[in-house]
């Protein structure tokens, strides 16, 4: 089996072993924040402030982390692949392009970069936002939001991420749980266009059935190894489990 368009979809799983939280496992972010407060428009209008220091906690927390070797083997898959490649993540974190990723699309936003309500502009923010951020470009006040997709508003690049799944021959989904759409439906798409489809997780996600091969166990471990046996055109063998089921 080869393969010559591949997309790859990544969630928090991928960042766990950066030290990056995760959303759903034990102890993940929703489970010390109730996500209507800080992750919907609702709650922004509600309390602004709140939000904004929501955002710069995990910005500044961004500052300590680095890519891990699942990261830098998907920008070497990247890299060294012939065919066409595109890595879609729901992480606003920006550990990808950190690990070398550039044919990527931030389908939730990205935490690093900031937008004007008032203007409608895009900035890069590195530091704290608060409400009396200033635009760089309009020079409006009080009008900054972290460029983020909260639940209820409609994911970016979507035009670019259908029309690859509707060509590819490859879909690999990696550390996501499957619980939010459109991203829990991009392995039907996948299917409907006759792809070959894996799940590296660490457990089963709540999609795993739609999946035709699956490989469970720490990103770290079994990404790396998955990459190096696709790139050494050991097909088959790539979908075995690299590491046997707990
Ligand atoms: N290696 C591989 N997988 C892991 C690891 C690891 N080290 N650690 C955790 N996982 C898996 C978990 O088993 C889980 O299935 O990663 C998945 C993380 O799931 P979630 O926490 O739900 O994160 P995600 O799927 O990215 O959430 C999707 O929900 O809240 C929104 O916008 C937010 O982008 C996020 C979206």
């Not at 083997?73 to 990247?78: F, G, I, S, T």
């Not at 009396?132 to 972290?146: I, L």
């Not at 798409?189 to 091969?213: C, K, R």
């Amino acid at each position: 089996m080869s393969f010559e368009r591949i997309v790859i979809l990544t969630g928090a799983g991928v960042s766990a072993e950066s030290g990056i939280d995760t959303f759903r496992d034990s102890g993940g972010i929703w489970s010390k924040v109730d996500y209507r407060d800080v992750a919907t428009p609702e709650g922004f209008a509600r309390n602004p402030a709140k939000v904004h220091d929501f955002y710069n906690q995990r910005r500044r927390g961004l500052l300590r982390v680095q890519p891990n070797a699942a990261h830098r083997a998907l920008a070497r898959l990247e890299a060294v692949f012939g065919g066409s490649f595109l890595l879609v993540t729901q992480n606003i974190d920006d550990l990808h392009e950190s690990a070398g990723s550039r044919k990527l699309a931030h389908m939730h936003g990205e935490i690093n970069t900031a937008l004007c309500e008032a203007c409608g502009a895009r900035s890069r923010w590195s530091g704290d936002m608060t409400i009396n951020s200033q635009c760089p470009h309009c020079s409006t006040v009080g009008r900054m939001r972290v460029d983020v997709v909260w639940f209820g508003e409609m994911p970016y690049h979507m035009d670019r991420i259908e029309a690859a799944l509707a060509r590819c021959d490859l879909f690999v989904s990696i550390g996501t749980s499957g619980n939010v759409y459109p991203a829990a439906g991009f392995v039907e798409q996948a299917n409907a266009a006759g792809a070959h489809t894996v799940e590296l997780n660490l457990e089963p996600s709540e999609g795993h059935s739609s999946f035709s091969d699956a490989i469970y166990g720490r990103a770290t471990e079994i990404v790396p190894e998955f990459v190096r046996r696709l790139l050494a055109a050991e097909v088959d063998a790539a979908f075995e489990r690299i590491v046997p089921l707990p």
